[in-house]
């Protein structure tokens, strides 16, 4: 893609988030975890672009499926990931077909993060693809109900519809806004790939850790539930771990891969980012209170 071409297009922001805690207090019968977790937006991510398309799709689409179905299709499919199962167009066609629309588009995706994170790329994704499509389509949903929808795609993306730095319980979908102290922080993902499904079947997860009291949150009293099993499976994340600890108070988020360290001034956090090794991944974000999707929708009202 050239330059004019990617000036030319409507990019809508798809945040990072970490999580500054992470808690298992039980599981459900359905095998999904009880949480309590401190979700943090960050002011760094991936970007969509959507090209609404009015018409039903054309003869030689293969995206065509039955009578007039509208095109719903990636500009370039993600690598690794076939249209099907991407979560941009499985946000984008269940909007569709919840709200009848019979308009289509073809997304364009800037990936910036790293896939399979725990920084929630997919479920920031598919977020950004409700909120926004429900603008470009007016479908008119309200934020309840295109939280409710994208539940149905991850425990994590309800939290991106709302877009606000929040304190979440249940499979994470109970939501409390808690505005915290905009720090910067140091993101790292070592080149290992973790599955969340098998973090959370381990026998070896501890699954029991009491309810804490939001009002009483405070960072150094949590830790992430997820760590220490992580810690032990892949030495590339305890080395990690055990490099920037050095440097500031650093966590894993979610079920890993990626870490972070907390600073509150930005030139340090680049500072220790230029020392890392090359074979660890990184960026310097600044967490924030309000998702910049939020802002962007705010612009197209
Ligand atoms: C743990 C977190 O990373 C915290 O941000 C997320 O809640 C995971 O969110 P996600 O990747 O969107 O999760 P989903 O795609 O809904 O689920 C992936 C897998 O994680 C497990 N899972 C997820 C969320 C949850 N509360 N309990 C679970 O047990 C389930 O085994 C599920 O099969
Ligand atoms: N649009 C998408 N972007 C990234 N991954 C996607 C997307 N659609 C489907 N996936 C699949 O989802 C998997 C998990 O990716 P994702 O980046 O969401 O994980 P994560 O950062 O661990 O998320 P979370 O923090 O929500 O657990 C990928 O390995 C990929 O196969």
């Known amino acids: 893609?050239?330059?004019?071409?990617?000036?030319?297009?409507?990019?809508?922001?798809?945040?990072?988030?970490?999580?500054?805690?992470?808690?298992?207090?039980?599981?459900?019968d359905n095998g999904?975890?009880?949480?309590?977790?401190?979700?943090?937006?960050?002011d760094y991510g991936d970007e969509l672009a959507f090209d609404v398309t009015c018409s039903a799709a054309s003869d030689t689409d293969k995206e065509r499926t039955e009578g007039n179905a509208p095109t719903i299709r990636m500009d370039i499919p993600?690598?690794?990931?076939?249209?099907?199962?991407?979560?941009?167009?499985?946000?984008?066609?269940?909007?569709?077909?919840?709200?009848?629309c019979n308009k289509g588009a073809v997304i364009s995706l800037n990936k910036r993060l790293p896939m399979g994170g725990g920084i929630g790329g997919g479920s920031s994704n598919a977020a950004t693809t409700l909120v926004a499509l429900n603008h470009l389509w007016q479908t008119g949903l309200s934020e309840d109900e295109l939280s409710a929808l994208g539940l149905t795609l991850g425990a994590d993306v309800p939290i991106f519809v709302r877009g606000l730095t929040a304190f979440a319980a249940g499979v994470g979908e109970d939501i409390t806004p808690a505005p915290q102290q905009e720090h910067y922080f140091l993101v790292a993902t070592p080149n290992v790939h973790i599955?969340?499904?098998?973090?959370f079947t381990s026998p070896d997860l501890p699954r029991n850790t009491p309810a804490i009291r939001w009002e009483d949150y405070e960072f150094e009293k949590t830790r992430n539930d997820c760590q220490q099993l992580v810690v032990n499976r892949?030495?590339?994340?305890?080395?990690?771990?055990?490099?920037?600890?050095?440097?500031?108070?650093?966590?894993?988020?979610?079920?890993?891969?990626?870490?972070?360290?907390?600073?509150?001034?930005?030139?340090?956090?680049?500072?220790?980012?230029?020392k890392m090794p090359d074979t660890w991944q990184s960026f310097v974000a600044k967490g924030v209170n309000r998702s910049p999707l939020l802002d962007k929708l705010e612009q197209q009202r």
Not at 85 to 98: E, G, M, S, T, Y
């Open 78 to 100: 993600l690598k690794g990931v076939p249209d099907d199962d991407n979560l941009i167009i499985k946000a984008a066609r269940l909007l569709a077909q919840k709200t009848q």
């Open 234 to 274: 892949y030495p590339e994340v305890a080395k990690l771990l055990q490099w920037l600890v050095h440097y500031a108070p650093s966590r894993m988020t979610g079920t890993g891969a990626s870490v972070f360290a907390t600073f509150s001034d930005y030139t340090l956090a680049e500072q220790v980012r230029a």
């Open 32 to 42: 999904y975890h009880q949480l309590q977790s401190l979700f943090q937006m960050l």
């Open 195 to 199: 599955s969340t499904a098998d973090v």
């Open 1 to 28: 893609m050239n330059s004019s071409e990617t000036k030319q297009k409507d990019w809508w922001p798809s945040p990072a988030k970490l999580n500054l805690f992470l808690h298992i207090l039980g599981r459900y």
